[in-house]
């Protein structure tokens, strides 16, 4: 039993979409954490602005 080549063009071109999906997923999660940061940053400082 032997594969055909298009089972492995087809494996190679959900290979490519597995890892640009991954590569999305890993690119959201670090501007989720950047925004995060900078809101809590803001939120700091409101803070401290209204004690005073």
Known sequence: MS???AFG???ILYA???IAVAVL???ALILAII???LRIAEL???A???DS
Do not use: T
């Open 16 to 18: 490519v979409f597995v």
């Open 35 to 37: 925004f995060l940061r």
């Open 9 to 11: 063009i087809i494996g």
């Open 44 to 46: 700091k400082r409101a």
């Open 48 to 50: 401290r602005a209204e």
């Open 25 to 27: 997923a890993v690119y």
């Open 3 to 5: 594969l055909s080549p």
